[in-house]
């Protein structure tokens, strides 16, 4: 009897929630601060920094990579990073 009641519940949410998308989705639109003022002249033209503010520059001290340090060392070879198939042949 419980799964009788739970299915028409569930069978009534159903049909309530299609019938309120039906009609489409309600939600009221709501205009941004662009859209009512897109008419309107411009005013000012500033800068978008103010005036006092100074160009520091890159205050990032050099910090050199291994590679840099390293870039005259000479070449050795190195191995594969793949590992060779083992000979399995027999002799």
């Given amino acids: 009897m419980k799964g009788i009641a ?29 859209d009512r003022h897109s008419s309107d002249p411009v005013r000012n033209t500033g800068t978008a920094f103010p005036t006092e503010a100074r160009d520091m520059g890159p205050n990032v ?11 005259n060392d000479p070449v050795r070879s190195a191995g594969s990073a793949f590992a060779t198939p083992l000979d399995t042949s027999s002799d």
């Fill in 61 to 71: 001290t050099f910090q050199s990579t291994y590679a840099d340090r390293h870039a």
């Fill in 6 to 34: 739970k299915a028409i519940l569930v069978g009534g949410l159903i049909a309530v929630a299609q019938g309120a998308l039906a009609d489409g989705p309600s939600v009221s639109f709501q205009s941004t601060y662009a």
